[in-house]
């Protein structure tokens, strides 16, 4: 698969002080430099960073790159989310990240939407064919996902609902990924199923983060990192070395490009694309 075919995109969260987005600024001026094919944006709980998300995209469309902002429904009704919809469009964005999101804490009401399939649904029915739509996929299933059939099933009404393209939660284990891809076809889905892609700055942290989300770290490499104790020069190289090798593994078996969850920073990221030996014109 040549590189024009490849969709390689960064994702961004919306900061929150200056200092925050002068550090966002400088990033994805260097990650341009590698010219993927768009920037993400989330979108808080709730709507929380709505604002955030959308000035950040307006700033990097700005200068001439692809944004898309995500939206999440969970806890909103529908007029809010057409609203934000109507937004989007007033801007000239045509590329969404459709997500159900996390319920924000002291929220007990979930809201006029249940599932990203919802949302999907009401962006087709509000907007048309105005939005590029992308939703989320789970390799290695969701928290809440309690059998493994349903995990297809529930990627397949999004599909359904009209989504054209999906992002997966970030995993260690290409074989996870391959699998899924596999099974996702045997049900018809036929949509480009990205990988997504998670460096690795602090393993004690990744490790909480990967325990919550449901995405495994293999043992092989959790032993690794446990042995290197607090050596963070030890650690950032091991994990370089093992991202770099996961995203060439998925490249070559297929995947139809890499999105990397960046956290705001651009150093491990540019680095792990040179060990890979992405394209860089």
């Given at each position: 698969?040549e590189?024009?075919?490849?969709?390689?995109?960064?994702?961004?969260?919306?900061?929150?002080?200056?200092?925050?987005?002068?550090?966002?600024?400088?990033t994805?001026?260097?990650?341009?430099?590698?010219?993927?094919?768009f920037?993400?944006?989330?979108?808080?709980?709730?709507?929380?960073?709505?604002?955030?998300?959308?000035?950040?995209?307006?700033?990097?469309?700005?200068?001439?790159?692809?944004?898309?902002?995500?939206?999440?429904?969970?806890?909103?009704?529908?007029?809010?989310i057409?609203?934000?919809?109507?937004?989007?469009?007033?801007?000239?964005?045509?590329?969404?990240?459709?997500?159900?999101?996390?319920?924000?804490?002291?929220?007990?009401?979930?809201?006029?939407?249940?599932?990203?399939?919802?949302?999907?649904?009401?962006?087709?029915?509000?907007?048309?064919d105005?939005?590029n739509?992308?939703?989320?996929?789970?390799?290695?299933?969701?928290p809440?996902?309690?059998?493994?059939?349903?995990?297809?099933?529930n990627?397949?009404?999004k599909v359904?609902?009209g989504?054209?393209?999906?992002?997966?939660?970030?995993?260690?284990?290409?074989?996870?990924?391959?699998?899924f891809?596999?099974?996702?076809?045997?049900?018809?889905?036929?949509?480009?199923?990205?990988?997504g892609?998670?460096?690795?700055?602090?393993?004690?942290?990744?490790?909480?983060?990967?325990?919550?989300?449901?995405?495994?770290?293999?043992?092989?490499?959790?032993?690794?990192?446990?042995?290197?104790?607090?050596?963070?020069?030890?650690?950032?190289?091991?994990?370089?070395?093992?991202?770099?090798?996961?995203?060439?593994?998925?490249?070559?078996?297929?995947?139809?490009?890499?999105?990397?969850?960046?956290?705001?920073?651009?150093?491990?990221?540019?680095?792990?694309?040179?060990?890979?030996?992405?394209?860089?014109?």
């Open positions: 698969m590189r024009d075919e490849r969709v390689f995109s960064f994702e961004f969260f919306p900061p929150r002080t200056a200092e925050g987005r002068q550090t966002l600024r400088e994805w001026h260097a990650l341009a430099q590698l010219k993927p094919r920037f993400s944006v989330t979108y808080g709980a709730g709507g929380t960073t709505r604002d955030g998300t959308l000035d950040t995209v307006r700033e990097i469309m700005a200068a001439g790159h692809e944004a898309a902002p995500h939206l999440s429904c969970i806890a909103s009704t529908r007029e809010e057409g609203a934000q919809l109507e937004r989007y469009r007033m801007q000239g964005i045509r590329h969404v990240v459709a997500l159900r999101g996390d319920l924000p804490s002291g929220i007990a009401v979930a809201g006029e939407f249940k599932h990203a399939s919802e949302l999907v649904t009401f962006i087709r029915e509000t907007s048309g105005w939005f739509i992308e939703v989320a996929c789970y390799p290695e299933y969701h809440q996902t309690r059998y493994a059939g349903d995990e297809i099933r990627f397949r009404k359904d609902a989504a054209n393209g999906a992002i997966t939660q970030f995993f260690y284990n290409a074989d996870a990924y391959f699998r891809v596999e099974d996702s076809r045997k049900t018809g889905i036929s949509i480009p199923i990205v990988p892609i998670m460096p690795i700055r602090n393993f004690s942290q990744l490790a909480r983060f990967s325990e919550s989300c449901g995405a495994e770290i293999p043992r092989w490499m959790r032993l690794r990192f446990e042995s290197y104790h607090d050596d963070a020069a030890s650690i950032r190289a091991f994990g370089i070395d093992a991202v770099a090798a996961l995203c060439e593994r998925l490249l070559a078996g297929g995947a139809p490009g890499l999105h990397f969850y960046t956290l705001n920073q651009s150093a491990l990221v540019s680095e792990i694309w040179r060990r890979a030996g992405l394209p860089s014109d």
